[in-house]
């Protein structure tokens, strides 16, 4: 649990090199020890527009954003209209006067004004403006009184190894002359970081993409094609450079159907493979799933979900493509859906997401969010002895070949899952179908074969959902509570802290979270109970169509007791957010 | 060796002297020819009369979905390149809702080859219009005629990139089997067009005007596969007068061949056993 958090936002015009400022404050608190994670607000253009990059430094791991700011770094006036309403009274507000000629100042709170030169001092020390944002890092470091120790760890570990040592050097001269600045500004406030701190010997800093890549390659990945789509392309560039590595190959397809369609092939022939898009990618390859699920290939598709419809918003999150992962395809398909909440579930997902698509022969659709992909978190390190590779019911030569048996593509096995072979191998040789087929795999209009094939493949589902790879829910709080919060993916950090908010505000503990971490098998038996349990039950959810909330009163008549909590504006739910929504609702 | 029998599996659903069993055959022929194994050939279809092939020949096959079967071959190559991978398939599957992945498999330049199965018209969905239909060509949904220009697919192959395009005829058997064959050995993006009469439903572009058609490109004047401008002329002349044969070959670059001559192991043969191998990746995002 997160002990007190410092908040720090940096607005300015796109391609100002905030993001890049962030990234060493990010490294800077990661190494002091510090929990943290990032929240990214940038237009989908290369230059112009208005971008913000805000940390979370906090005494634990924590995963959602935070909607007050300690720390407002103004590079231009457009910064106010976006941050003043996280201002408080005890913020402070620091302003580059080269850009920022009026200050618009909030109402009903009064921070601290300071006005620092940024691009004046570095443009007159270093001859370029360009060290503006190391001199602001050494501004936040001097309110924050970070040691130095920590500091010339963070700037080196980002700036040595791409730029060198003289540059380092320019770097680490640029932020002494902004904490000397600051310290020589008469009265200037200092705020504390959290006392907490995280083991950071045993912690990474990582984003939701990284970490799915990471865990794809471990879970045995070795296969992808993909198309490039914010805000899922770096786990397909990752992949290009690490895959080959590993004896993997990638190819750049040209367009999303091409890209699940070789995957497909790919798994047919016997490699782990996946690609990775975000909601258009997903629809357009809205056919090939259900070739997947006919024909039993294992295939992961990995959603990085942006808003939409359309083109939406391409680099804003939302958790609207719950419906068309779960339904999507003409058609009675097996597949399973899969959410991840933070990047220790990417990771772990992504593995795992490869045994579910070989054991049950199927493809796996793993959905993440903008929110989480494209976000630094720190968490504690990868487990990889966690990770075991299962490949289900593929056979060996050996199997295949033995006195007696014949080999049945399709058997109509009892739990569904039928034994498979891979081209190459002697003995296993059959046809991989699209159309209805009998059990060897040939084309069939049989009535009776139809009805026996469909049930076949679709009791796959049933198997799965007690499978141990397939990830349960989770529960927070206490089950006593007399409500419940149904939650997917990103939310899950923030209403387990919005419940602490809420109790620390009323002292009661009245509410217990479920976060369903499998929405395809959906946990029914689990959700029925929750909810049986629970006078009201809200079930929060980034979308307008409250399509979580649609899943579990398709599954459990309990109905009445539910209650939406929406947010569909681009925007991550802050853990204040939803306790103030949930204290509304239960007021 | 294979016979032709046993790599034969059931009893095919075509029309009685379609031009689909010959492509069939020639295949057969090309696979015996060539000694492959059984199990180390896989046939891809897209769905059509034409991309019900592989439910009729005995190795693996991979029978997808409408004209997506190219990206489907590309993945099994790529996946396990020792895999010999013959992709077949209708026109209206790859030259109307596949063309775009034909361009691109073309100039990927993957070690597969494509037969395109060409009898000018939709078949299974029973006479209806496709991209190769000749100008004026009165179908079920062209009653006045085709108005649109017909895809050159010789051209288009071409063009696109491929290193090896030629060019066969259903009535032709013996000529396409080794055509095939040639183009099975050839490393890169082989593309074979065959024109291959729908009896049932073209009545315009027959086992006849296909004869009366086509010359034997090889016996030019000159002939000189390695040329590009040889095969360019032929194929401009494609609607007028079929060129049989090879046209075109040249030897360039196989995608991620570099890749492969690196990694002998096949990535569908990687042993994956060890998730712990790779927990190096981990490291750069760790504490300085
Ligand atoms: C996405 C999709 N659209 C349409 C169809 C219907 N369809 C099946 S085969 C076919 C065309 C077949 O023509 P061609 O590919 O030339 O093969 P032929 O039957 O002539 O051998 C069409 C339109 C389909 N199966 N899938
Ligand atoms: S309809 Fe035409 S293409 Fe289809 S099987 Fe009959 S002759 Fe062949």
């Not at chain 1, 908040?7 to 015009?13: D, P, V």
């Not at chain 1, 936040?140 to 920590?150: G, K, P, Q, R, V």
């Not at chain 1, 970081?193 to 970490?211: C, F, H, V, Y």
């Amino acid at each position: 649990m997160t002990s007190g958090s410092i908040n720090i936002a940096i607005g300015g015009e796109a391609g100002d090199g905030i993001l890049s400022a962030g990234e060493i404050l990010c490294k800077i608190f990661f190494e002091s020890g510090a929990g943290l994670c990032t929240y990214k607000n940038f237009p989908s253009r290369i230059r112009g527009g208005h971008t913000s990059y805000s940390i979370r430094a906090a005494g634990g791991y924590c995963s959602s954003r935070s909607c007050e700011t300690d720390i407002l770094v103004a590079f231009d006036e457009e910064t106010f209209d976006f941050h003043n309403g996280e201002l408080k009274d005890s913020s402070i507000v620091i302003y580059d006067p080269a850009k920022v000629k009026n200050i618009k100042k909030p109402e009903g709170c009064s921070p601290t004004y300071y006005e620092i030169p940024f691009a004046e001092l570095a443009s007159k020390n270093f001859s370029k403006h360009l060290y503006k944002n190391t001199v602001m890092v050494g501004v936040i470091a001097a309110i924050l009184n970070i040691e130095d120790a920590h500091i010339v760890k963070g700037l080196s570990a980002l700036i040595k190894a791409k730029k060198g040592e003289d540059v380092l050097k320019i770097n680490m001269s640029a932020c002494e002359l902004g904490m000397e600045h600051y310290r020589k500004i008469e009265g200037a406030k200092r705020l504390a970081m959290p006392s907490g701190k995280i083991d950071a010997a045993d912690s990474l800093m990582i984003t939701g993409n990284e970490a799915v890549t990471l865990g794809a390659i471990a879970g045995g990945c070795r296969f992808i094609a993909a198309y490039p789509i914010s805000p899922a392309t770096e786990i397909f560039e990752m992949m290009c450079s690490e895959l080959p590595k590993a004896g993997g190959t990638a190819m750049q397809a040209e367009d999303e159907i091409a890209a699940i369609c070789a995957a497909i092939g790919a798994g047919f022939a016997g490699a782990r493979s996946m690609t990775s898009t975000s909601g258009p990618g997903l629809s357009l390859m809205a056919e090939a799933i259900g070739l997947a699920g006919c024909a039993e290939v294992p295939v992961v598709i990995v959603d990085a979900q942006r808003p939409g419809p359309s083109t939406g918003l391409p680099t804003k999150t939302e958790q609207g493509d719950l419906y068309h992962a779960i339904f999507c395809s003409h058609g009675d398909i097996p597949r399973i859906v899969i959410a991840a909440a933070d990047v220790g579930e990417c990771f772990e997902f992504a593995a795992n997401a490869f045994n579910l698509a070989e054991i049950y022969q199927c493809p796996v659709i793993l959905l993440t969010e903008q929110v989480i992909a494209q976000n630094k978190f720190a968490a504690p390190k990868f487990d990889y002895s966690n990770i075991e590779i299962n490949r289900g019911r593929l056979l060996s030569e050996a199997e295949l070949n033995k006195p007696g048996y014949k080999f049945l593509r399709y058997e109509f096995a009892s739990d569904g899952v039928s034994p498979r072979a891979i081209p190459s191998q002697a003995g296993g040789v059959h046809l991989c179908n699209g159309n209805e087929h009998l059990e060897s795999g040939r084309i069939t209009e049989d009535p009776e074969l139809r009805r026996k094939i469909t049930d076949k493949r679709m009791k796959k589902i049933e198997a799965a959902a007690s499978s141990k790879y397939l990830p349960a829910p989770k529960f927070y709080g206490d089950d006593a509570a007399r409500y419940g919060v149904i939650v997917m993916g990103s939310n899950t950090g923030a209403a387990v802290e919005a419940i602490d908010i809420i109790s620390a505000k009323t002292g009661r503990r009245d509410f217990k979270i479920m976060q369903t971490r499998s929405l395809m098998p959906f946990c029914v038996e689990a959700a029925a109970e929750f909810i049986s349990k629970r006078e009201k039950v809200f079930v929060v959810e980034n979308n307008y169509s409250a399509q979580l909330c649609g899943l579990v009163k398709m599954h459990i008549p309990a109905h009445g007791k539910l209650v939406s909590v929406l947010k569909y504006d681009g925007m991550s739910f802050a853990a204040a957010e939803i306790a103030d929504r949930l204290m509304t609702e239960v007021r | 060796m294979l016979t032709t029998n046993e790599l034969t599996y059931g009893k095919s659903t075509w029309c009685p002297g379609c031009g689909h069993y010959a492509v069939l055959n020639a295949i057969q022929r090309a696979v015996i020819e060539l000694g492959l194994k059984k199990e180390e050939t896989v046939c891809v279809s897209g769905i059509g009369c034409s991309s019900k092939l592989p439910e009729y020949l005995d190795v693996y096959g991979f029978h997808t979905m409408h004209g997506r079967s190219l990206p489907h071959a590309q993945g099994v190559k790529l996946a396990n390149p020792e895999l010999t991978v013959i992709n077949v398939g209708g026109d209206g599957d790859g030259f109307a809702i596949g063309c775009g992945h034909f361009v691109h498999a073309a100039r990927r330049n993957v070690d597969i080859t494509y037969i395109l199965m060409n009898n000018q018209i939709y078949s299974l969905t029973k006479g209806q219009t496709s991209p190769t239909s000749d100008r004026g060509f009165i179908t079920k949904t062209s009653p006045e005629g085709a108005e649109e220009a017909p895809v050159n697919t010789l051209l288009m192959a071409l063009t696109a990139g491929a290193t090896f395009v030629g060019c066969g005829f259903s009535s032709e058997v013996t000529g396409l089997g080794s055509l095939i064959a040639s183009a099975v050995k050839h490393k890169g993006f082989s593309f074979i067009n065959v024109m291959s009469p729908c009896v049932t439903f073209n009545k315009l572009n027959t086992y006849d005007s296909y004869k009366k058609q086509s010359y034997k490109f090889e016996e030019t004047t000159g002939y000189d596969p390695q040329s590009y401008e040889k095969a360019i002329e032929a194929a401009l002349g494609y609607f007028e007068r079929k060129p049989l044969g090879l046209l075109f070959k040249t030897e360039t670059s196989v995608f991620k061949e570099v890749h492969m001559s690196e990694h002998p192991i096949a990535p569908a043969m990687q042993d994956i056993s060890d998730p712990k191998k790779h927990s190096n990746l981990m490291e750069r995002y760790l504490r300085h």
